[in-house]
């Protein structure tokens, strides 16, 4: 037990860190209420915190009813997860492409093979496969933030690559937390993870109303 809570408390040192590092760049310095053509951009805003909460609420389907063994549930509780991603695909199409939807949507793929990785590692108890997957995640994390700050120059590689980070993190975190049966550091680490998801949203839709501002 001591090792994972142990590593644990690593993780929750990084994501801290990693979050507070975008929390500054796009949270405090670009609140959604001072964000151009407020209207528009809000109920983007809003559209975009739905899609990305709806991501890490189906994630912990997954983890709970995985962890259950319930696996017609969990087979469900995934299909969302995919459905989940080819919307956030979807919601950059009208902006960029329909290409640019499908490359962003093969992407959030990795990112969930990636979780679903570590999850079965962590059932079977390899910390070898367990670092493997963390690993793959951050990798990740990397390649979604260069797609989309390649697509947008208003959208800064380093803070969007800490807050995907941070966000892949937190994750791991939730999957130690629920296997270990420590439910009430878990409720935190869901709080944690669904501010950021709004954190991410906003900084999307940021990044969109600067370089599109026609658009709002």
């Known amino acids: 037990m001591k090792p994972i809570h142990s590593r644990l408390r690593i993780l929750a040192v990084v994501a801290a860190f990693l979050f507070a590092m975008g929390t500054s760049t796009y949270a405090q310095n670009h609140p959604a209420s001072s964000i151009p053509g407020a209207t528009k951009a809000v109920v983007t805003d809003a559209a975009l915190r739905d899609l990305w909460v709806g991501h890490v609420f189906w994630v912990r389907a997954v983890v709970v009813e995985s962890l259950a063994h319930n696996e017609k549930a969990a087979g469900v509780a995934e299909q969302e997860v995919v459905a989940n991603a080819k919307a956030i695909g979807a919601a950059i199409e009208p902006f960029y492409s329909k290409e640019a939807s ?3 949507f093969n992407l959030l793929a990795g990112h969930y093979g990636a979780i679903k990785q570590y999850l079965t590692a962590t059932v079977s108890g390899s910390k070898e496969s367990q670092d493997a997957a963390f690993k ?12 989309l700050s390649g697509a947008n120059p208003k959208l800064p590689y380093d803070a969007l690559n800490g807050l995907l980070v941070a966000h892949g993190t937190h994750h791991v975190q939730q999957i130690l937390q629920l296997k270990a049966g420590d439910y009430a550091a878990e409720a935190k680490t869901w709080t944690a993870m669904k501010d950021h998801m709004y954190v991410i949203a906003d900084a999307l839709t940021d990044g969109l109303v600067k370089q599109f501002p026609k658009k709002f």
């Open 102 to 104: 499908e490359k962003l």
């Open 136 to 147: 793959a995640l951050v990798g990740n994390a990397g390649e979604i933030a260069k797609f």
